[in-house]
């Protein structure tokens, strides 16, 4: 190990090789401190050259690598284990934009740099990168990329892997893959891009991408729904998408305990109607013509859509901090939350035609095997993909609560399952649901994932126990 | 081999493997004539389990097998050697529509359904698929997705594979991977699904797939900008895309020799402009909002062009009819050219910024080799999809012509690849191609390739000498 160390440090330089238990902190703790582990060193190259010479390195002497970004993860797919013989590969160092093209609409970067980074470089050139989500501010492109991340723009845009055009991987035995094309159409051979894609790490590290940029939204308007019930909310969603089109930026739910939550517990959150419905729709329309009369056309939409009994009331942003409040009810559930307690959570995607049924199925199930607990679900509604989360009945501690992770995970995700439903939809496997994946995925996409570990990486040092069981 | 027949006749009937000459006339040569097989039998399945029973007889047997859609492909992928040796699989009798949601925005098909009846049915739901090609009267969609097709509507709907939710897949040895989902999100594991998307047949038979749906346009614009030369198309393009966003659903591209050739040779073409420009464009908008102000829009946004010299002239259609006489002259460009004489064709995609600096570069290339030739250019400029095609000089017969093919192709593709482009944009590379990839992939990639088949294919069974040398 000693010998190891002594040639990483010959490949990356002593300073960017972490040993010290100090120096190591911040990287071999997840940020939920939910997953906690030691290494044998925090390795910082500092080129794709360097990545290739670090993976050769390990890959000779079967030390296993744990590639790491912003270390935002929701699965504790970048945090190594409890041996202290685990290499982390941070990538925070190779943090260049390459090169920005306005007229291709295409950025070139290294897999290091921040999300919020990539989101400026994209507006000084008089573009949009749509990718957003809550940790953009620390997150890496890298890691995006890694576990395909999703986020609040994916009714419009898609996830990770749809906003890609090419990748730069260095693979498990060091070679480097030079897949960093800008082009839209390419129709010579495998798609090995997207085989890397939301691979967690497992398959290559990505070390470079060409993402697509697009025309920036030059006209937005925000609107709140009061819904009389869940199927009014696939019915509303279908009357807007249909005529709005791919103006229909965001379409999100809550229930009424979330909007409940919020209005106890996060700051500065207004109840947006006098009295509280079963629910509530957020629906954001953009336009990329300035002059684009979005207001008119939803308010047209609303109407209609009250009319019809799919909403009680309704409620259109007349400003910009109009439009930041009814969004402070949707974004302050992760701090409602935070304040009232522990949840066990779910991150469920379902075929969007079910998911009012499921919603009551799977209440219904819940409240037979565990009675009183709390339903926070809320999610994007727009993309399948709810967040289905649990709080402990009042009389309940938090420990017996706790107990009951298991049985509810198994509880909740059967149904899903059930449904042709996916148990992660945006937040990854990791470790977090490796152990579950068997009971869901089918055998032949199993034994698949497991052949191409092995062709990929057959020393199995790349993240091992991530994703897939060793 | 007599063995064989009969247990391909046990699983399908004998009604569904075709022997005669006569009857296997349609399967054994392409459309365009330019690829000739003979097959020890074609074999027409009905269900996905006797595409797995027959598969597993085939691989079991050591006989090759070549799957088979409308048999509409333009690279020769569909079609077998001359060894007599090889099973066609013909995906036709498949031809279900299994399953639309309307709400969801799905629809579930058999492989062998026809392109325009997947249309159709999604029309009749309320609903709108977009992928669109000259042969989507004959074309099978599981084709389409083995080819990842691209056509008239990329530029706003992306290819094939952006179309796709999940696959159903027979793999050599039998197995069925039932990867049917709906789910616009999905993060549990490796991305399977585009593996098989662009494959060729040679990883996996796709028997089924489910496909996305989108609000249907209610609004359309058509119009045609006579420019000055290339870089303005470029300048015009990025300036519609700005303000018009997605509603830009096309943005077509030709140089005036192909206007030149309509006008002389295809029936029914109308010059659009009294002085003929060096290059014209074709631009649509359309919107789901049929109260939407395309035209007004649109001709905003030419008006700004001709004054920023990007365009000389500009043309609103004010009809369907005259629209449809705006598209003649670009889809007139097919029929001129069959009757003009043979030409050298290439199918190429660059980075749309360097598309006018490229043509430039390549006509001065070419003619500095082979003087005289005549340059059909045009193609799907935003998507930076060329069709470069070239034309016998006067005084050239056709044999000393298409003499010229190889080192042509090498002019042109080296050229490409110097640009970091495609050599196959969107009709893949079968038999076509196949020779000239390994001067222009990556050692890495073509590695990674050969990996891939010999995992999934272990016997090559599969489509051999197709996309891949053997």
Redesign the interface.
């Given at each position: 190990m000693t010998d190891v160390l002594e040639r990483l440090r010959g490949i990356v330089g002593a300073a960017h090789v972490l040993t010290s238990t100090g120096d190591q902190q911040a990287y071999v703790v997840d940020w939920m401190k939910k997953y906690r582990g030691v290494a044998l060193a925090v390795v910082r190259p500092g080129s794709t050259d360097e990545v290739a010479a670090v993976l050769r390195c390990c890959n000779d002497a079967g030390v296993t690598v744990i590639p790491q970004g912003g270390n935002t993860g929701m699965a504790g797919g970048a945090t190594p284990d409890g041996s202290g013989a685990q290499v982390i590969l941070s990538l925070t160092r190779m943090n260049r934009i390459r090169e920005i093209?306005?007229?291709?609409?295409?950025i070139t970067v290294d897999a290091g740099c921040v999300l919020a980074t990539i989101q400026q470089a994209a507006r000084d050139a008089?573009c949009f990168f749509p990718l957003s989500l809550g940790a953009e501010g620390s997150c890496t492109i890298g890691g995006n990329l890694a576990?395909?991340a999703?986020g609040i723009a994916?009714l419009r845009y898609?996830?990770m892997?749809?906003l890609a055009l090419g990748l730069e991987v260095v693979?498990a035995d060091g070679?480097?893959?030079?897949?960093?094309?800008?082009?839209?159409?390419?129709?010579?051979?495998?798609?090995?891009r997207?085989?890397f894609?939301?691979?967690e790490g497992t398959?290559g590290v990505i070390t470079g991408a060409v993402l697509k940029l697009?025309?920036?939204p030059?006209a937005k308007v925000t609107a709140m729904a009061a819904l009389p019930g869940r199927a009014a909310a696939?019915a509303l969603f279908?009357r807007l998408?249909?005529?709005?089109?791919?103006r229909l930026t965001a379409f999100e739910f809550m229930t009424r305990n979330c909007v409940d939550l919020v209005l106890k517990h996060a700051s500065g959150a207004v109840a947006p109607f006098a009295a509280a419905p079963p629910a509530i729709a957020l629906a954001e329309l953009s336009?990329?013509?300035?002059e684009a009369d979005l207001a008119g056309?939803l308010e047209d939409l609303l109407a209609a859509a009250v009319e019809a009994g799919e909403a009680t009331d309704a409620v259109i942003a007349q400003s910009g901090e109009q439009a930041k409040a009814l969004w402070r009810i949707r974004e302050g559930i992760s701090e409602a939350q935070v304040r009232a307690g522990k949840t066990i959570k779910h991150d469920i995607?379902?075929?969007?035609?079910?998911l009012a049924a499921f919603m009551d199925d799977c209440e219904r199930v819940v409240e037979a095997a565990y009675p009183g607990l709390n339903f926070l679900v809320f999610g994007?509604l727009g993309?399948?993909?709810l967040h289905y989360n649990l709080q402990r009945a009042p009389q309940m501690d938090d420990d017996a609560f706790y107990a009951l992770t298991g049985p509810l995970n198994a509880l909740v995700h059967d149904l899903v399952h059930r449904y042709?439903?996916?148990?992660?939809?945006?937040?990854?496997?990791g470790q977090l649901?490796r152990d579950e994946?068997p009971r869901?995925?089918?055998v032949?996409?199993l034994?698949?994932?497991h052949?191409?570990k092995q062709?990929f990486d057959p020393a199995c040092i790349l993240n091992p126990g991530k994703?897939?069981q060793s």
């Open positions: 093209d306005p007229v291709g609409n295409t008089g576990t395909n999703g994916v898609g996830n892997r749809e693979l070679r480097i893959w030079d897949g960093l094309q800008a082009l839209r159409k390419d129709n010579t051979g495998y798609d090995l997207d085989l894609i939301g691979s398959l697009y025309a920036a030059a696939l279908t998408r249909a005529r709005a089109g791919d336009d990329t013509d300035a056309l995607a379902l075929p969007i035609g079910q994007h993309d399948g993909n042709r439903g996916s148990i992660s939809a945006e937040h990854g496997v649901r994946l869901y995925k089918s032949v996409a034994q698949m994932m052949d191409l062709l994703l897939l």
